[in-house]
């Protein structure tokens, strides 16, 4: 795709006059680093609060009385009890159990509010018009700008423009007006630090991110840092760590589908492969997604198998880059379940050499969300 066919996001512009590094994303011109560099950015997210355009992803709202129950029937999660106000990480399954998109999910009062990856965002929209369109109204919102505003200042910074949203816990979402702009706020995000998300109305995303950028904790990062960050934080990169092939189980997200959606739950099933995960929740996994912490300063990428001591094949890297934050190479990989124990030592192969990782629990870098 050529520089002139690729979308434009609001803050184009402005990504532009901050000297951003503009690369292709999704169909998107974005920017993946501004001159401070990747690192800083990331080391800032740490520190401060840090300002990333994620206007690309995928905003739309779902409406009609039948729109949580219909909603349950793509997903495994518990969406009928989940309160106004709040929010919940979710997935779209198919039939064999593979994951085909991961998303947010907030219950507003009238309607749901969900959040997918730009990457997925056609083809989940049509999945849903397909599905449950004649039980609710699929509406995309194109019109909203997304503002992601991370790190441990990110609520003194954000709390000038509206007090309000101090208030906010982790996974809870409100409207409010930022800089003049009606907003819908959540408190949550993709880095593991605390943040927020803010969905803007696009003809006033520029005006309330040069809003954010003149308080003095905040700074402008792109999609290095945030990549960085989220690996960091053992957050899933959809298409990399998982896809229409890895399960929730293999993926480790079981955690997120609530006791009411499993088998003798409340409303057990009913949603795409809901017969292979509950089996797989029952009898285990043959391959697991882990963590592993290199034992030498070489970084391990995408793609890149995980052999044992003999060089047998045990897996393959799905994500990795050398932690900033840890000071050491990191990666997320799928390994077969009985290698994928705690402090396990493999090997991974790069360049033709075999590099000794360790097993690690995730995330490596603490995860600080305000839980309040």
């Not at 401070?36 to 800032?44: Q, Y």
């Not at 409207?175 to 630090?193: I, K, N, P």
């Not at 999609?223 to 960091?232: I, N, P, V």
């Not at 790069?350 to 969300?369: C, Q, T």
């Amino acid at each position: 795709m050529s520089a002139t066919d690729l979308q434009k996001t609001p803050l184009h512009a402005l990504h532009f006059e901050l000297g951003a590094k503009m690369v292709p994303f999704a169909g998107y011109d974005m920017p993946v680093s501004y001159p401070a560099g990747i690192l800083a950015e990331h080391r800032h997210c740490r520190a401060s609060a840090a300002l990333f355009d994620v206007s690309h992803m995928g905003q739309l709202r779902l409406l009609g009385a039948d729109a949580a129950k219909a909603l349950e029937s793509l997903v495994p999660m518990d969406v009928v009890d989940l309160a106004v106000g709040k929010q919940r990480y979710g997935f779209f399954t198919n039939a064999s159990g593979g994951i085909l998109d991961d998303l947010m999910i907030t219950r507003r009062e009238r309607d749901l509010f969900v959040i997918v990856n730009a990457t997925r965002k056609n083809a989940d929209i049509k999945h849903l018009v397909t599905h449950i369109g004649h039980r609710c109204t699929v509406q995309p919102l194109p019109e909203h700008a997304l503002l992601a505003l991370q790190g441990p200042k990110a609520v003194t910074a954000l709390s000038r423009l509206n007090p309000a949203l101090s208030k906010l816990a982790f996974m809870t979402g409100m409207s409010a007006t930022l800089a003049g702009a009606d907003c819908f706020v959540t408190r949550s995000g993709y880095t593991g630090e605390d943040g927020f998300e803010i969905s803007v109305p696009a003809s006033q995303a520029e005006a309330l991110a040069r809003a954010l950028l003149a308080l003095a904790e905040v700074q402008p990062a792109g999609l290095g840092a945030r990549d960085t960050l989220r690996l960091e934080a053992g957050l899933c990169l959809y298409g990399h760590d998982i896809n229409e092939v890895t399960t929730p189980v293999e993926a480790g997200l079981a955690w997120a589908i609530q006791k009411a959606r499993r088998a003798g739950g409340a409303r057990a099933g009913g949603y795409p492969g809901a017969k292979i995960i509950d089996g797989q929740l029952a009898i285990g996994v043959s391959i697991k997604r882990v963590g592993l912490l290199g034992l030498e300063r070489v970084p391990v990428r995408e793609g890149a198998l995980i052999v044992d001591a003999q060089g047998h094949k045990l897996g393959h890297v799905t994500s990795g880059t050398l932690g900033p934050t840890v000071n050491s190479p990191i990666a997320m990989a799928y390994l077969a379940a009985n290698h994928a124990l705690p402090d396990h030592e493999v090997y991974s192969q790069v360049r033709g050499e075999n590099r000794p990782m360790r097993v690690s629990a995730l995330p490596f870098a603490p995860h600080r969300y305000f839980r309040g």
